[in-house]
């Protein structure tokens, strides 16, 4: 990543042929690039329409807004050139630009600047590309969430207890000689009890905002002929799957994205569960019952006449999971005990109505909840995973040498702190700025 002193400028709208065209601009150069263009004098924030020009040619008529730092989006000197979207108007603006050394910015540095001069912290940051990347209602109100401070509130206040802890801890040994309660560093204990108790309830809920970000992942599962690839038809409503009635015809896991409810959810289709000597879909089985395993909810379809004796998707349906009796037009399916059940013909449409509600009442108490998740990206994991540990060692600690506890304390306070990116970023900041789009 360049330097803060370079002058920066992106493409703010996809490319490619269109009405409006957005050029951002950021840094010190912002004001001398717009005078050199023909478009000096700005009123801050308001729209004007200028002429502008370049090396005695007329680049476009271009709405231009000029926003003066520290009140901008990055924290520096900012403009807007709102041009007409045709290519060849786009590549003369930037040819002008890089002629007058304002450079091409790099992935997400529009964001890393605002990040660096302190307009927002680093789990805002990473909330600015989940609401660029949303496409169902949850992903946006989650984004919306952490970006207004909701995520970083969350980590403020588990900072916050640790250090009232730590506070008690280094008072006594840093003033041992003064007027202190003796045994103060143990009345830390209740606290940090507290604190190791909500880091382990933030980690038990860590895959909910996960989910909501990734999607939700769904894998229908059962053996041959029992009609999961018709049923994953039905579902995504399109002919996504080969449906035939020769056995073992889905021979790979087919995925495909849907939205249920306002969540996102990944469908999967597996190959149907039995021994097989052929290679190939010996390896589709394998490929179902990894995929299975790490499922968020398996849908076990069964049908009449299929199969003898016990399913071998037995094995990875679990009790909070739904049994599918499948072709209830051509026979009765006795359920499993144990399991939720729901019987649907996807010939008939019978029950496909009932499934997709059940779907969604399944992701809405899944995903909802009344506070905001602790964690949506796995580096937040981590350092919640850290914290802990070191939570846990201190407390450990704090009956035999207050001064260990105190070590593991500050390590704990540090691993909270990186989420936010309050301390030790900056091996960090390439791995959380490398995903953003160019024009942010």
Request: glycine share 10%; proline share 2%; charged share 20%.
């Given at each position: 990543m360049s330097s803060n002193t370079d002058?920066?400028?992106?493409?703010?709208?996809?490319?490619?042929?269109?009405?409006?065209?957005?050029l951002r601009l950021s840094g010190p150069g912002?004001?001398?690039?717009?005078?050199?263009?023909?478009a000096g004098g700005l009123t801050p924030r308001l729209a004007s329409l200028r002429t502008l020009h370049h090396d005695g040619e007329m680049v476009d008529q271009a709405l231009v807004l000029r926003f003066p730092g520290p009140n901008s989006y990055t924290g520096e000197d900012s403009a807007?050139?709102?041009?007409?979207?045709?290519?060849?108007?786009?590549?003369?603006?930037?040819?002008?630009?890089i002629a007058l050394d304002v450079r091409p910015a790099e992935p997400g540095e529009f964001t890393r600047r605002a990040f660096q001069n302190g307009r927002m912290d680093l789990a805002q940051a990473e909330a600015v590309a989940?609401?660029?990347?949303?496409?169902?209602?949850?992903?946006?109100?989650?984004?919306?969430?952490?970006?207004?401070?909701?995520?970083?509130?969350?980590?403020?206040?588990?900072?916050r207890d640790l250090l009232k802890a730590l506070s008690l801890v280094e008072a006594e040994i840093d003033f041992p000689d003064e007027e202190v309660p003796d045994n103060l560093a143990r009345t830390a204990g209740?606290?940090?009890?507290?604190?190791?108790?909500?880091?382990?309830?933030?980690?038990?809920?860590?895959?909910r905002g996960r989910r909501v970000r990734e999607g939700y992942r769904i894998v229908l599962i059962g053996e041959t002929n029992a009609g999961k690839s018709s049923l994953f038809n039905a579902l995504t409503a399109r002919e996504a799957a080969i449906v035939t009635p020769i056995a073992?015809?889905?021979?790979?896991?087919?995925?495909?994205?849907?939205?249920?409810?306002?969540?996102?959810?990944?469908?999967?289709?597996?190959?149907?569960?039995?021994?097989?000597?052929?290679?190939?879909?010996?390896?589709?089985?394998?490929?179902?019952?990894?995929?299975?395993?790490?499922?968020?909810?398996?849908?076990?379809?069964?049908?009449?006449?299929?199969?003898?004796?016990?399913?071998?998707?037995?094995?990875?349906?679990?009790?909070?999971?739904?049994?599918?009796?499948?072709?209830?037009?051509?026979?009765?399916?006795?359920?499993?005990?144990?399991?939720?059940?729901?019987?649907?013909?996807?010939?008939?449409?019978?029950?496909?109505?009932e499934l997709h509600d059940w779907i969604a009442a399944r992701l809405a108490r899944d995903l909802s909840g009344a506070d905001f998740p602790a964690v949506t990206r796995e580096r937040h994991r981590r350092r919640l995973v850290e914290a802990l540990a070191a939570v846990e060692g201190g407390r450990r600690?704090?009956?035999?040498?207050p001064e260990m506890a105190g070590d593991d304390l500050r390590r704990a306070a540090d691993a909270l702190a990186r989420v936010t990116g309050a301390i030790g970023v900056e091996d960090i900041l390439g791995e959380v700025f490398s995903t953003f789009c160019i024009g942010k």
């Open positions: 002058t920066i400028f992106a493409l703010a709208t996809p490319p490619g042929r269109a009405a409006i065209a957005i912002v004001d001398g690039a717009l005078t050199a263009l023909g807007e050139l709102h041009l007409h979207g045709g290519r060849a108007v786009v590549e003369a603006a930037c040819r002008a630009l989940d609401l660029i990347d949303a496409e169902t209602s949850a992903q946006k109100s989650q984004a919306l969430g952490q970006l207004d401070g909701a995520l970083s509130a969350a980590y403020a206040g588990f900072r209740p606290v940090l009890d507290q604190l190791a108790a909500d880091l382990r309830a933030a980690l038990a809920d860590s895959d073992g015809t889905t021979r790979d896991v087919l995925d495909a994205e849907l939205m249920i409810g306002g969540y996102a959810v990944t469908l999967s289709d597996t190959a149907g569960l039995r021994d097989s000597d052929d290679l190939v879909e010996a390896e589709g089985i394998r490929r179902a019952r990894q995929r299975a395993e790490g499922a968020d909810l398996r849908l076990w379809v069964r049908a009449p006449g299929v199969g003898q004796g016990e399913d071998p998707a037995s094995a990875f349906a679990l009790a909070d999971d739904l049994q599918i009796l499948n072709k209830a037009d051509l026979g009765a399916v006795v359920a499993a005990e144990g399991m939720e059940a729901l019987s649907l013909s996807t010939a008939s449409g019978q029950g496909l109505a600690a704090l009956d035999l040498a």
